[in-house]
C-alpha cells in the first residue's frame, strides 16, 4: 500500500509520495500503472521527496513522467513539492533549497495559496545544423531551443491553441535530438504571453513550469513582471539578479491509499 497525495499546479497535476517517514521504491511499471487515467490515479507526473544528497540542500526530489521516464526538472511540481512539505508539517514554513536531477531550485512561501520558485536563468542552445534544417522543412522558422533545467523547443505562431502540437511533437521525437524534449507553441499578446506544451513522456499537459520559464527568457524585461497564460491558468515570472522567479499555484486535490502492486 502507497499513501499517496495528489497535487496540481496550474493544472499540471501530479501524485505525491514522500520517502522521508517511509521508503517506497517504485517501479516503471508500477510507475505505469499509477499514471493510467482510466485504471490508475492519473498524473502527468509522479514526485518523491526524499533527503538530501548535500548538506546544502533541504531535500532531494525526483520526478517521473506518465510513461514511466524519469524528468530531470519539473517547476510546477517544485511549487507543489513546497506547498505537501509545509502542509505536512515535514518542513518549517520558510525558503526551501530542493535538489533534482538537473540542478537545485529555491522554493518561497507567499501568504496565499501560491508559491515562488527560484532557478538559475535558462540558457539558450544551438540546434545542430541537419536539426535545423529538418525544422525549416517542417515550416518551423521561428523558434529557440532553451535548457531550463530541461531541454525546451520553443516555437512561435499565432495558431497556438489551433495548431496540431500532438502530430508535431511525434514527428520530431522520432529524430534522436529531439526524443527527450518538451515542445511548446507560444504567441505574444501585449504583455502577456500564450503558451501550449506537449512534455515528453507526459503529452500535451495544462501548464509546464519549465517552458514558462523558457519562454519567459528571452521575452522578459529586467524586474517587470510577465504573465504566461496556459490552459491551466496563469503564471508570474521576473528576472531578478541574474535569476528567474516564478509565483504561481500549488494546490491539493485529494488524498489516498494505492492498493495494487
Given amino acids: 500500500m502507497i499513501r499517496f497525495k495528489k497535487m496540481h499546479g496550474n493544472g499540471n497535476d501530479f501524485i505525491i509520495l514522500e520517502n522521508l517517514t517511509k521508503a517506497y521504491a517504485l517501479s516503471k511499471s508500477q510507475i505505469i500503472k499509477m499514471g493510467d487515467r482510466k485504471k490508475g490515479l492519473g498524473f502527468d507526473q509522479l514526485i518523491t521527496i526524499n533527503p538530501p544528497k548535500n548538506s546544502d540542500h533541504d531535500f532531494y526530489v525526483k520526478f517521473y513522467n506518465s510513461d514511466g521516464s524519469e524528468a530531470d526538472m519539473c517547476i510546477n511540481g517544485a511549487r507543489s513539492v513546497g506547498a505537501f512539505l509545509w502542509e505536512s508539517n515535514l518542513a518549517p514554513r520558510k525558503p526551501l533549497l530542493l535538489s533534482t536531477k538537473s540542478k537545485p531550485v529555491l522554493i518561497k512561501p507567499t501568504g496565499s495559496r501560491k508559491v515562488k520558485v527560484i532557478i538559475d536563468y535558462p540558457l539558450q542552445e544551438e540546434v545542430p545544423r541537419a536539426e535545423a534544417q529538418f525544422l525549416d522543412n517542417c515550416g518551423i522558422k521561428k523558434y529557440k531551443f532553451i535548457n531550463a533545467g530541461n531541454k525546451h523547443l520553443i516555437i512561435e505562431t499565432s495558431k497556438v491553441?489551433?495548431?496540431?502540437?500532438?502530430?508535431?511533437?511525434?514527428?520530431?521525437?522520432?529524430?534522436?535530438?529531439?526524443?527527450?524534449?518538451?515542445?511548446?507553441?507560444?504567441?505574444?499578446?501585449?504583455?502577456?504571453?500564450?503558451?501550449?506544451?506537449?512534455?515528453?513522456?507526459?503529452?500535451?499537459?495544462?501548464?509546464?513550469?519549465?517552458?514558462?520559464?523558457?519562454?519567459?527568457?528571452?521575452?522578459?524585461?529586467?524586474?517587470?513582471?510577465?504573465?504566461?497564460?496556459?490552459?491551466?491558468?496563469?503564471?508570474?515570472?521576473?528576472?531578478?539578479?541574474?535569476?528567474?522567479?516564478?509565483?504561481?499555484?500549488?494546490?491539493?486535490?485529494?488524498?489516498?491509499?494505492?492498493?495494487?502492486?
Fill in 161 to 261: 491553441f489551433s495548431f496540431d502540437l500532438d502530430r508535431l511533437s511525434a514527428k520530431l521525437r522520432k529524430r534522436k535530438f529531439f526524443t527527450g524534449v518538451n515542445i511548446s507553441l507560444f504567441s505574444k499578446h501585449s504583455k502577456n504571453l500564450k503558451l501550449r506544451t506537449n512534455e515528453a513522456g507526459a503529452g500535451e499537459t495544462l501548464s509546464c513550469g519549465s517552458a514558462s520559464a523558457a519562454t519567459a527568457s528571452f521575452n522578459i524585461n529586467n524586474r517587470l513582471p510577465l504573465r504566461i497564460i496556459s490552459a491551466g491558468g496563469e503564471l508570474s515570472l521576473r528576472k531578478i539578479n541574474g535569476k528567474l522567479e516564478m509565483t504561481g499555484p500549488a494546490e491539493f486535490i485529494c488524498e489516498g491509499t494505492w492498493l495494487k502492486n
